[in-house]
């Protein structure tokens, strides 16, 4: 018997090897369904074998050690509790995106650019989760990041894509160079690379404190934090809309693993102010992402920022785990670990629906614009109803799986008001409002979504022509709705199946959920708080079906269709309805002026000028304007300069050559 | 045994909050009216109106949706289910550890998120204003309202709102600065979220408040029937929830038996008229704003629940 991570090893091996094949294959007729299935088969294979460490029982971490990389150190991969959570979210969400590929990568026009990248990609992200040294964890990470680069390249002609590729790149590297620097740190000057004996060498507060910020940068820039996040809106819509769903349900999870890895493994026992520049940067960054993706009008780029909204609150959670754990308190800690767990889950199931939504409704519009499409729900009926799942889903309502986090993170910050801190005592109450503010307006933002793109008339021919998509498409998406669903209505198994993790990495658990009464959660006490999803739907649809048979019992039953109301004027120019920009605009006026220097231009002719009324709005994305267009800037301006150097005479450099050596040998005798 | 007659008790209030709920509106009204100087139509009117909605025609719009169809009785499901578990004449009803505060305000959300979907749904200008406004609106209530919860649950040490009640008709609360600041910004969200003057105008939907009722516009008949009795129960839940947390007086503690029951009751019901009185006298007496000073105004409460939250995390005497 092959150990759990020999297996996960084995199932890398057969991604690695389905890519190359996909080289071969990619411009075969059966190239996309071979390479599909066959992906899914290994990605459910690799789910089963998480799956089955996770659920079954304490047991051991398996490591294994391939001689490959450092010559003195090996390429180290362990499976623990963590790493097989992580396991569990890439691969479902993998065999998703692939059985979602089947159906969708059959309108791919170039299928050479995707398919072999595709299960490298998905095998990039199993290695990163399974990496148990800092230098394989950064090779297979920056394999990751290359491999979905390629993806995003997908399509490199499309307007926009290009440049899209190229800050993703930028940006990759940045966050990669801040975890070298971070595993630099963590190694000490012995330059021990294994996690093992990381984790068993003391840290200084200040290396710890280093770290924390480089991890921030690192991890963070890679899973979207405010103001590292630029690249994502660009990147996540450029590729194919199952690799988008990839990229924004997953790989965010993956730099969100590292992230965990690192601090709450590596590091040791939290100091507290770790744990207030985490919530700090969260709560930030719920706020701001779902804000934009409350302007935004692109559906793609739309799901994209408020990828950045989930991530911000599920740093929160970590960040309230962290202070949590600092200060010693068991129980608040596992509850706040496990609610970030939770929300790593459900936002892989339902950002990875409304990815594959966004991608269906391309495929039969060709529109990603919110403003030209419309009326959908009678073009589209399933997708509209798996799609209007999702979005209830993503705005934390209940009986869904989003509520659910949510309520256990709020069960989370009641907890804290024990935490000694002041700082704290200040910051907690404050980052509650902005998680509170981030779910309330992402309800607003994804009524938008739903009500722009599904409901309403037609805004183009495209939107009035749209036929529903294929059935494999569908599938993928019924069954990550149905597993949205199930993790509302029966989130006690979910909690116990979290618990491993949360004993491994804290040293403490929440109590046993699946011996609660009437499957119901209690987090801490009875006293304290309870929910119970699966009741809650029951007594939805009981009072609803009663209230639907009384109506039908003792109600007329006549029911007219006509033209509509509108309080007797009904535009007849489906352009007039209201848009994604004027939906947004209450909203825009409330937070916009202040944060994104939003103004309203009105064009007004004169009365009998025949000229039409404009209206411009006008959007500062000031994280961009202020931080990324100095910096940009400066380098551009020192190339310029430098470029000087490059017309030299030969004399000229070599006297720079002495220059430079002497100067450095002056810095080392002063140095040393 | 025991079981069956918590079925009992906890049917008879979902009963009781369905009956009560138009009684309330009526009652409001009336007594606006009788404010004004006018005769104003008999408290029972909301009922007859909802019959003769009941037995109209349903006028729909051409491109309608099912989901068009399906959000009144939906909302109206959502809402009932939020209104029957908060506490009316007794606490710890049979069902009442379903949902905690936090789920009841989740809940309301569920409701708003499928109305404001079904503004949009006709594709009328009308629709997509009120649409777009309610969810401004609740962008800030909700926050609003969450802090005002999360106050509550740290002085009660429970989201649960059986606990918070009987925590609160226990001597142990006294006067604190915390809760006086949340039962403001409670009435505050109240007002807003049931679409009361000064946020709304619930008795019209031209263009001086094109919010909840602009929303609405298009719906007729039965449907029309569902959404204004989930408003009217909505306005009981709200009215209801402040007073089993804050006017806690002689509800009946559970299995407490029919007596104390029937004292709850009546307590509730005079609880019921006073706030009602009181709404009726602060909307006669106030001014509808504009839409764009509503967030001031909301605004406002969100950061009184901030304020009465962070006292708490200060000391848990405050």
Redesign the interface.
């Given at each position: 018997m092959m150990s759990a991570v020999a297996l996960q090893m084995v199932g890398v091996a057969g991604l690695l090897g389905l890519s190359v094949l996909a080289i071969v294959l990619s411009r075969s007729k059966f190239g996309t369904a071979v390479i599909y299935s066959a992906t899914m088969v290994v990605c459910l294979a690799a789910l089963a074998n998480a799956l089955r460490w996770l659920l079954g029982g304490p047991a051991d971490a398996a490591g294994l050690i391939l001689p490959v990389g450092l010559p003195w150190l090996g390429a180290h991969f362990r499976m623990d509790a963590l790493a097989a959570f992580f396991l569990v979210v890439v691969n479902l969400g993998g065999a998703a995106a692939s059985l979602y590929g089947l159906g969708y990568g059959r309108h791919e026009h170039t299928p050479h650019r995707v398919l072999p990248f595709f299960p490298a990609f998905l095998a990039g992200m199993n290695l990163v989760v399974l990496a148990d040294d800092a230098f394989s964890y950064l090779l297979c990470w920056e394999f990751m990041s290359l491999a979905s680069w390629a993806l995003v390249m997908a399509h490199h002609r499309e307007a926009g894509n290009a440049k899209a590729g190229y800050i993703y790149l930028v940006m990759a590297s940045f966050g990669t160079l801040a975890l070298l620097l971070a595993f630099g740190l963590l190694a000490g000057p012995t330059g021990d690379y294994g996690f093992a004996a990381i984790r068993n060498t003391p840290h200084t507060p200040h290396v710890a404190a280093l770290v924390l910020i480089l991890m921030l940068l690192g991890a963070g820039s890679k899973a979207g934090l405010v103001p590292l996040h630029v690249w994502l809106p660009l990147a996540h819509p450029a590729a194919p809309s199952h690799v988008s769903a990839l990229m924004s349900g997953v790989m965010t999870k993956v730099a969100i693993y590292g992230f965990i890895r690192v601090v709450f493994d590596l590091l040791g026992q939290p100091s507290w102010p770790i744990s207030a520049v985490v919530l700090g940067i969260g709560g930030i960054t719920a706020v701001m992402g779902i804000l934009y993706a409350m302007m935004e009008s692109d559906l793609k780029r739309l799901l994209a920022y408020s990828t950045i909204e989930n991530v911000g609150i599920i740093f929160v959670s970590l960040g309230l785990a962290l202070a949590f754990q600092a200060n010693g308190q068991k129980l608040p800690a596992a509850l706040a670990f496990t609610a970030a767990l939770f929300h790593v889950l459900n936002h892989s199931f339902f950002k990875s629906l409304l990815f594959f939504g966004a991608g269906a409704v391309l495929t039969s519009t060709g529109e990603r614009d919110m403003d030209k499409l419309g009326g959908l729900i009678h073009r589209m009926p399933l997708t509209s109803f798996v799609m209007l799942i999702g979005c209830v889903a993503i705005s934390a309502l209940p009986p869904f799986n989003g509520f659910v986090s949510e309520w256990l993170m709020f069960q989370a910050v009641l907890q804290s008001p024990e935490l000694p801190q002041w700082a704290l005592k200040i910051m907690v109450p404050a980052v509650g409002a902005m998680l509170a503010l981030a779910a309330a307006l992402a309800a607003a933002c994804f009524v938008k979504v739903f009500g722009v793109t599904f409901l309403g008339r037609p805004r183009s021919p495209a939107a009035e022509t749209a036929v529903e998509v294929d059935r494999i498409s569908l599938a993928a998406m019924f069954i990550l709705a149905a597993l949205c669903l199930l993790a509302g209505i029966l989130p006690g198994p979910v909690m116990d199946a979290l618990s491993p993790v949360a004993v491994e990495i804290l040293g403490s658990r929440l109590p046993v959920q699946a011996h609660m009464p009437w499957l119901s959660i209690v987090p801490m006490s009875e006293s304290r708080g309870s929910y119970n999803g699966l009741l809650v739907m029951v007594f939805i649809a009981i009072c609803a079906s009663s209230a639907v048979y009384f109506i039908h019992r003792f109600a007329s039953h006549a029911l007219r269709r006509g033209p509509a109301w509108g309080c007797g004027f009904a535009d007849s120019v489906p352009a007039a309805q209201y848009s994604g920009g004027s939906f947004a605009q209450p909203i825009r006026r409330v937070f916009g002026t202040l944060l994104f220097h939003a103004r309203d231009h009105v064009d007004m002719p004169a009365p009998g000028d025949t000229r039409p009324a404009r209206l411009r709005i006008e959007l500062h994305d000031l994280v961009w304007e202020k931080l990324y267009q100095p910096i940009s800037g400066a380098v551009g301006f020192s190339a310029d300069r430098l470029n000087r150097l490059q017309f030299l005479t030969i004399r000229r450099y070599l006297s720079l050559v002495f220059a430079t050596l002497v100067t450095l040998l002056l810095v080392l005798a002063i140095w040393s | 045994m025991v079981v069956i007659s918590d079925i009992i008790v906890q049917g008879l209030q979902m009963l009781l909050v369905l009956l009560m709920a138009p009684l309330l509106t009526g009652f409001v009204r009336k007594i606006k009216a009788r404010l004004l100087r006018r005769q104003g139509a008999s408290m029972f009117q909301p009922y007859r109106d909802l019959l003769r909605l009941?037995?109209?025609?349903?006028?729909?719009?051409?491109?309608a949706?099912?989901?068009f169809r399906v959000t009144p009785?939906?909302t109206?499901?959502?809402i009932?289910?939020a209104a029957?578990l908060v506490p009316t004449f007794a606490t710890g009803l049979l069902?009442n550890?379903?949902?905690?505060l936090?789920?009841i305000v989740?809940?309301l959300?569920?409701a708003?998120?499928f109305l404001?979907?079904a503004?949009?749904?006709?594709?009328?200008?009308?629709?997509?204003?009120g649409?777009?406004?309610e969810?401004?609106i609740?962008?800030?209530?909700?926050?609003a309202m969450?802090?005002i919860v999360?106050c509550m649950?740290?002085v009660a040490?429970?989201?649960?709102l059986s606990?918070v009640a009987n925590f609160m008709a226990s001597s142990y609360v006294g006067l604190r600065v915390s809760l006086g600041m949340a039962i403001i910004a409670l009435i505050m969200v109240a007002l807003a979220e049931n679409a009361r003057i000064p946020v709304d105008n619930p008795a019209t939907?031209?263009e001086l408040t094109m919010v909840h009722e602009a929303m609405v516009?298009?719906y007729s008949?039965?449907h029309l029937?569902?959404i204004e009795f989930g408003a009217f129960l909505k306005l009981l839940l709200y009215v209801s929830l402040i007073a089993c947390v804050f006017l806690p007086w002689n509800i009946a503690l559970f299995g407490t038996g029919p007596l104390a029951y029937a004292v709850g009751a009546g307590a509730y019901i005079v609880k019921l008229a006073v706030a009602g009185f009181l709404l009726a006298l602060f909307e006669t007496a106030t001014a509808k704003m504009r839409?764009?000073r509503v967030?001031q105004f909301l605004g406002a409460a969100?950061m009184l629940?901030?304020l009465g939250?962070?006292l708490?995390?200060?000391s848990?005497s405050f």
């Open positions: - | 009941l037995r109209k025609e349903v006028v729909l719009a051409d491109n949706s099912w989901l009785y939906l109206f499901a959502a009932w289910v029957a069902f550890w379903t949902a905690d936090i789920a989740a809940l959300g569920s708003r998120f404001a979907l503004g949009m749904d006709v594709g009328t200008s009308f629709g997509g204003i649409s777009s406004r969810v401004m609740a962008a800030l209530a909700e926050p969450l802090l999360f649950a740290l040490g429970s989201t649960q606990t939907h031209l516009l298009e008949g039965r029937a569902m839409v764009f967030p969100l629940g901030l939250t962070l708490l995390f200060v848990r």
